[in-house]
């Protein structure tokens, strides 16, 4: 006998609340999990319809007073039925309970008020327009004429758009609307006005953009991905494709040809690449049916987004990893930008990779998938190679055919000549040349942005989180800070341990970068863009904005820097220690080292100006290094594939971590034990640990770590449902398990 779970109200915030029917014998083997189903309920056995959320063998009551599903119901091709569908598959694949997996799925309706949209219309003619543009110009009000110029081409903004990603406060808004320049309207009026005059659509937000013809190789790839579209048959791709190559215009001429179809689509950008550059483009080719999803919104405001969509309000939602769940109708297309992000990977359960979980949901639609980067995961590589996807390349620019030249300088030949300092000669002097001839700079610190840690010079103690194993990190204002859990303590003057005055930070933090420059340099302004100084909203923008209006010479920052805007008079890029990210301690560091660098590099000379790079290392002949300095994907690829297949690491092999956490430490140890000698039997691969994670203790929690190695990987996923079953057989309050496949980092 089948038993059946039905959920009855899928936007209900109690997703738990699930009831148990039988599945009567004529429906036995037809009925699966996100199947909608009519069911007889509540003491009148009024018929409902409710989704197959788990069936089960095991009845939850007496059988007998169970009532039995009636019907599935015909033709009900619903977009839900497809997304617990999704859930189940990903709680199988990744191992999580249903209602975890159905949370990071569905998006779930809360009571919040409805926020009215606004939106910012010009209320000048064009000319006039142009001419009070002149004047904030003339005056330096670049935030004003940023807005104008916005307006000018554009006519009506999204009041959101133009207030988190152009950085207009409402302040400088509200003065424009005083001078009668703009018009802030709700979005009901505007809508209303726009049905009424039946103005031009390009008025109106809706689409105004002369889109570029794509150059013969950008439109190969089209053209050919065109025509898997309209002979039915969803694929793959792979699109490698140097930054600016113009990858994001062949991915908009196919959503074009998609939303032609009667289709929709989602495309996925890292949250810190969502700026309002990339967003304007889409918002300009699609007017008002593209939506996007950040961090930024409200939950409420989430469910607005995923509710347009389930209308059909919308053709494209943009967004980062959760955009995944766009409840659209009949979802044709998913691209995923710089698919090589670890944005990408979920750091909580079910630990899913974006790129998987849109393959299974493509294929549950018939859509496509388009993975796009200049730096592709080795893994989607090595996928294409073995024919998971098909592979494209974009190898020049679209607009300028220049790269950048790379140099890379030897830092251990600076100590051996007697050069401490954290710029090599070569850099310090080009820095020099740019400040003299007023073009930017950009400073990329290959590492978090925080100094080392805090030792003592004489007896070596160092400086420690309480709560978690890792060191902690010197900041501004004299305070010691722990990156896991957000600790702080005041700086010390003096050992702990040994009352030595010898005790202080490494530096090689940002901050210290910027001191140096200061320095050095004490005419040049210097922007920093760290942890630190993007922790309020919008920061970053601000940042990166005024970097653009060139406000400052030199932009210093970590990763953060490589992304988002281009800066036509930037002309050189230092990536200082380069090799920084080389000694972590995972099978990733060469291939993160890489795409690091390559893009760091990407961000030289994207105007008319010709682009320099320094690239400094104690490494000068690795070939991450080497093959970044020469924009070398390929032979980049070949030999960190040999690396992997040699010692069986992903994507050679597959790697299942098995974590155990909880308060007491003994207990995490002696269950990680237990469940490693149940499941040693099984293992045809082999198994390193239980063994302390890397970092063994965060925030007073201990963690315990296994890793399981095997060529085949339905292997591994035997083992994590025997895990689940241990678990289930032997439940522990105090303890956590959680499992990760082919983990992006190390535990
Ligand atoms: P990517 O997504 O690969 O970084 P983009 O699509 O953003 O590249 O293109 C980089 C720049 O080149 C953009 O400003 C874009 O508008 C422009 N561009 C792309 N393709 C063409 C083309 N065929 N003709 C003219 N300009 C183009
Ligand atoms: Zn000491
Ligand atoms: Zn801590």
């Not at 014998?25 to 309920?41: A, C, H, K, M």
Request: aromatic share 8%; proline share 4%; glycine share 6%.
């Amino acid at each position: 006998m089948t038993y059946a779970n039905i959920i009855v109200n899928i936007s209900h915030e109690n997703l738990d609340k699930s009831f148990q029917y039988k599945v009567p014998s004529q429906l036995e083997g037809t009925v699966s999990v996100g199947d909608y189903v009519s069911i007889p309920f509540g003491r009148g056995n009024r018929i409902i319809n409710g989704y197959v959320l788990e069936l089960t063998d095991q009845p939850a009551f007496d059988p007998n007073k169970q009532k039995a599903i009636i019907e599935i119901v015909k033709d009900a091709d619903l977009v839900e039925s497809k997304l617990l569908k999704l859930a189940a598959w990903m709680k199988a694949e990744y191992g999580s309970t249903m209602i975890t997996a159905l949370k990071t799925v569905l998006p779930i309706k809360k009571n919040v008020k409805k926020q009215e949209k606004k939106r910012i219309v010009l209320a000048v003619p064009t000319e006039e327009a142009y001419d009070s543009l002149r004047t904030f110009e003339k005056k330096h009000q670049t935030a004003r004429a940023r807005i104008l110029r916005e307006l000018i081409a554009e006519r009506s903004l999204d009041y959101r758009l133009v207030t988190s990603k152009l950085n207009i406060s409402p302040a400088t808004l509200r003065l424009l609307s005083e001078q009668g320049i703009l018009r802030i309207e709700s979005e009901r009026v505007y809508r209303n006005a726009y049905h009424e005059t039946g103005e031009e659509a390009s008025e109106n937000g809706a689409p105004s953009y002369a889109k570029p013809v794509l150059n013969p190789e950008q439109k190969q790839i089209a053209d050919a991905i065109i025509e898997d579209l309209k002979a039915g048959s969803h694929k793959s791709y792979l699109i490698r494709g140097i930054t600016g190559s113009g990858k994001t215009e062949v991915y908009m001429e196919i959503i074009e040809e998609v939303i032609r179809g009667g289709r929709q689509a989602i495309v996925l950008i890292p949250e810190i690449a969502l700026t309002y550059q990339t967003v304007l483009r889409f918002y300009k080719r699609f007017g008002d049916r593209v939506s996007t999803l950040h961090s930024k919104l409200s939950e409420g405001e989430r469910y607005d987004q995923f509710e347009r969509a389930r209308k059909g309000e919308i053709d494209v939602m943009i967004g980062p990893r959760s955009a995944l769940f766009t409840p659209f109708a009949n979802l044709g297309l998913i691209v995923i930008d710089e698919e090589h992000e670890g944005t990408y990977k979920s750091d909580s359960m079910p630990k899913y990779h974006a790129a998987e979980v849109a393959m299974k949901l493509a294929s549950l639609h018939g859509a496509s998938l388009i993975l796009g980067s200049a730096t592709p995961s080795v893994s989607s590589y090595y996928e294409a190679l073995h024919g998971t996807h098909r592979l494209f390349t974009l190898d020049k620019r679209a607009k300028e055919a220049v790269l950048p030249d790379v140099e890379i300088t030897d830092l251990r030949e600076e100590l051996k000549s007697g050069n401490r300092s954290i710029f090599g000669r070569s850099l310090r002097d080009k820095i020099a040349e740019r400040l003299e001839k007023e073009e930017q700079i950009m400073l990329f610190l290959n590492r978090r942005g925080y100094a080392g840690f805090v030792s003592c010079r004489s007896c070596g103690h160092v400086m420690k989180c309480p709560h978690c194993d890792v060191s902690l990190s010197e900041h501004s204002g004299n305070k010691l800070v722990c990156h896991y859990c957000g600790y702080e303590r005041p700086a010390v003057s003096e050992c702990p341990e040994c009352h030595s005055k010898m005790i202080g930070g490494m530096r090689a933090g940002t901050q210290q970068i910027e001191q140096q420059i200061k320095k050095i340099f004490p005419q040049a302004r210097v922007l920093r863009m760290d942890a630190d100084t993007t922790k309020t909203k919008d920061s970053y923008e601000q940042i990166l904005s005024s970097f653009a209006n060139r406000e400052a010479d030199i932009l210093v920052g970590t990763q953060m820097i490589v992304k988002g805007h281009d800066f036509p008079y930037v002309t050189l890029v230092g990536i200082l220690a380069a090799d920084l990210s080389l000694y972590a301690t995972d099978y990733r560091s060469s291939e993160r080292t890489f795409q690091l660098l390559t893009q760091a590099a990407g961000r030289a000379g994207r105007g008319e100006r010709k682009g320099e790079v320094v690239i400094q290392t104690y490494n000068p002949e690795h070939y991450s290094i080497t093959c970044a300095a020469s924009q070398d994907y390929e032979s980049f690829y070949k030999e960190e594939v040999a690396y992997r297949e040699l010692l069986q690491y992903p994507p050679c092999a597959h790697l299942l971590a098995i974590l155990a956490e909880s308060p007491d430490e003994e207990l995490a140890a002696s269950y990680a034990r237990h469940l490693a000698d149940y499941l040693k039997n099984d293992i045809m691969g082999n198994m390193i640990g239980p063994a302390d994670a890397a970092v063994r203790k965060i925030s007073d929690v201990f963690r315990q770590v296994t890793y399981i190695k095997s060529q085949d990987a339905s292997e591994l996923h035997r083992i994590k449902d025997k895990a689940e079953q241990y678990c289930t057989d032997h439940p522990d309050a105090k303890i956590r398990i959680t499992f990760d496949f082919d983990p992006l980092h190390g535990y």
